[in-house]
C-alpha cells in the first residue's frame, strides 16, 4: 500500500528499507568466551579479546554460527555453506580494537523473503537482501560525570545479526509491520528476545523519496531506533523533511541522521560513509566459515513451527478468523496459552474469551501474558462452565474478574456465590409473569407492533433472576408466552 506525501505538483513516494541489528541469544560472546549476559556492573562481562589486547586470537562461537543459520532458514533465505569474516576498520571510543570483526563480500545468510499482513487485511512481501554476523561495541556512558564519558565493554563483542532488507516498502505502516513480523519470527526461533528497550534490536532505517516512475533518488540513515512507533515516526518526520528540500530547489545530501522523537525530527549526524570508507579486508587470524550441508538440514528439522505455519493451522484447526489467528501468534507465549485454552473445548469462545476479555484484564494491571493473573487452565475451566450451561455468560464475566482480582478458580467462585445457572423452566416461567404483570404498558405496547421491546422483557427477567437464568430457556419463556393471548 503506497504511502504517498502531497507535493507541489505531484505526490512523493516514500521509498524505505531497513537494517535490522538483532543481539544473537547465547551464553557467550560471539569470538570470546566471555558472557553475553545482558546487565551486569560496567566492565565485568569482558576478556582480553574483547578489550582488544595484543596477541589475542578470536575463537568463532558455533552457537551463534547457528542461531544465523536458523534465523535464515526461518526466513525462508539461502544458506551459505562459505562465508568469511572482514575487518571494518573505523574509530569509536567503545570500540577497542579500533575494528569491528564482520561479515561483507561473503555473508552467512543471501536473499530471504518476509511476508507482513497490513490493517486493510492485504499482504506484502518484503524481500531479505541478507544476514551477516558481526560483533556488537561496546557502551559510552556520558551521564555518569559532568566533563567525563565512561565506557563500558559488556557489550564489546557479543554477537549481532544484521539483517539487511530489500528498499521494498512504502509506507511507515508497512516497515513497522516487517519490524514486528520480524521480530516473532526471532522470537519464535529463540535466536533473539527482540527487546527494543534493552537495545538487544535495533533499526538503522533508510528513507529515499521519489515522483512516481522515477529511479530511486538519494537516501539518508536514521540510526539506532529502538521502537517501532519510533521507526515509523522517524521515516514520517524525515520523508517529509526531504520533500521540502526537494520542492525548494535543493539537493538531499547521504548521510546518517538521529531521530529526536521528543520534537518529531530528524538531525544530521555525519556524512555517510561507504564501504571503501571502512576499509574493508579480509579478517587475517579467522578462517573462512565452512558449514556442513547436513548440519544444516538438521538446524532445519528442529525448527520450531513458525507465526505463518501456526496461523494457517490455527484457522483450519479451530476454526478460527484468520484475523484473530494472527492475533493470537503475533507471540509465542499468547499461542501456547490459546492452545491450552481451547483443548477440548470450544475454540471460537477461547479465542474471543483470549483476545477479548484477557487482553484488557492484562492491559488494565500492566502484565504480560507470561505472569497473566488468570492461568490458561483456570480459564479453560471457566469456559467448560460457560459450555455445559453450570453458568451463563454474564456471570462468566463477573467470574472471570474475580478471579484476576484473587485468583481463585472459578468454579469455588460459583460455588461460593451461589452462581449457577437457573434451568429449571417453572421458575423462569414465574419470572415471565412477573415482569409482563409489573410492565403492563410496555406489554400493550410490543403487542401493538413494538417487536423491539422483547430485548426490554428479556433483560427485566434476567435482572429479576439476578442474572442467573438460562438465556436461551428465558428466550424461549417469553416467545411462548407472548404469543400467547392476555
Known sequence: ???????????????????????????????????????????????????????????????????????????????????????????????????????????????????????????????????????????????????QSFIDLNRAGVGLMEIVSEPDMRSPEEAGAYVRKLRTILRYLGTCDGNMEEGSMRADVNVSVRHSGEPFRTRCEIKNVNSVRYVMQAIEAEARRQVQVWEAGGTVDQETRLFDPARGETRSLRSKEDAHD????????????????????????????????????????????????????????????????????????????????????????????????????????????????????RIAKDVFEEMVETGEPPAAIVERRGLRQVTDTGAIDAAVEAVLAANADKLAEYRSGKDKLFGFFVGQVMKGMGGKGNPALVNEALRQRLARSP
Open 278 to 393: 571502512y576499509r574493508y579486508f579480509p579478517d587475517p587470524d579467522l578462517l573462512p566459515l565452512v558449514i556442513d550441508e547436513g548440519w544444516v538440514a538438521d538446524l532445519k528439522a528442529g525448527l520450531p513451527e513458525l507465526p505463518d505455519a501456526k496461523r494457517s493451522r490455527f484457522v483450519s484447526e479451530y476454526g478460527i478468523p484468520r484475523y484473530d489467528a494472527g492475533v493470537l501468534v503475533a507471540e509465542q507465549a499468547t499461542a501456547d496459552f490459546y492452545e491450552t485454552v481451547a483443548a477440548g473445548g470450544d475454540p471460537r469462545l477461547a479465542a474471543n474469551w483470549v483476545t477479548g476479555d484477557l487482553f484488557a484484564a492484562l492491559n488494565r494491571t500492566g502484565r504480560t501474558i507470561a505472569d497473566s493473573p488468570v492461568s490458561a487452565q483456570a480459564m479453560r475451566e471457566l469456559l467448560g462452565l460457560m459450555v455445559d450451561q453450570t453458568i451463563n455468560g
Open 1 to 147: 500500500m503506497s504511502y504517498l506525501l502531497e507535493g507541489r505538483d505531484a505526490p512523493w513516494e516514500v521509498v524505505i528499507g531497513l537494517e535490522v541489528h538483532a543481539q544473537v541469544i547465547s551464553q557467550s560472546k560471539l569470538f570470546s568466551g566471555a558472557s553475553a549476559t545482558y546487565g551486569g556492573e560496567p566492565n565485568t562481562h569482558v576478556s582480553l579479546v574483547d578489550a582488544g589486547f595484543p596477541g589475542m586470537l578470536p575463537v568463532i562461537n558455533r552457537e551463534c554460527v547457528a542461531q544465523a543459520v536458523r534465523t535464515g532458514l526461518g526466513l525462508n533465505a539461502r544458506i551459505n555453506l562459505e562465508s568469511r569474516f572482514d575487518r571494518k576498520n573505523y574509530f569509536y571510543a567503545d570500540l577497542p580494537t579500533g575494528y569491528q570483526i564482520s561479515q561483507f563480500a561473503q555473508p552467512i545468510v543471501g536473499s530471504g523473503v518476509i511476508e507482513i499482513e497490513l490493517a486493510d487485511g492485504s499482504t506484502r512481501e518484503i524481500g531479505i537482501t541478507r544476514l551477516h554476523l558481526e560483533q556488537d561495541a561496546g557502551k559510552s556512558l556520558h551521564d555518569q560525570h559532568q566533563t
